[in-house]
């Protein structure tokens, strides 16, 4: 089965940190762009990560020097490493694969809670 599934998300007080994991099934994250993007209650999805096969990555503002995205092909499995947390962090966190070739094929993950809170 093709997918990808982000686990990693959880309760985390302001200024803490947590690392997600997207891990990929069914498919070789090498030929495929993945990025994470962000859903707060009553917002839209917005990208918070964005990553390429060719090592370009690419953050929203709000997260630039918080955030880190990186690849690990030997483990299928793209992670995002979120430090400084903060209250407006708080969303459900979903991971998004592209392939790069045709055709086109996208996933997205089911998505993982985190939570900043004190």
């Keep these: ?12 007080q302001p200024g803490g940190s947590l690392r997600l994991s997207c891990a990929a099934s069914g498919f070789f994250i090498s030929v495929y762009d993945i990025s994470w993007y962000r859903q707060a209650p009553g917002k839209e999805r917005e990208l918070v990560a964005g990553g390429s096969i060719g090592g370009k990555v690419n953050y929203a503002n709000s997260v630039k020097g918080r955030f880190t995205i990186s690849r690990h092909n030997d483990k299928n499995t793209v992670y995002l490493q979120m430090n400084n947390l903060k209250h407006e962090d708080t969303a459900v966190y979903y991971c998004y694969a592209v392939r790069i070739y045709e055709p086109r094929l996208d996933l997205w993950g089911q998505g993982t809670q985190v939570t900043v809170s004190s």
Excluded at 4 to 12: F, I
């Design 1 to 12: 089965q093709v997918q990808v599934v982000e686990s990693g998300g959880g309760l985390v």
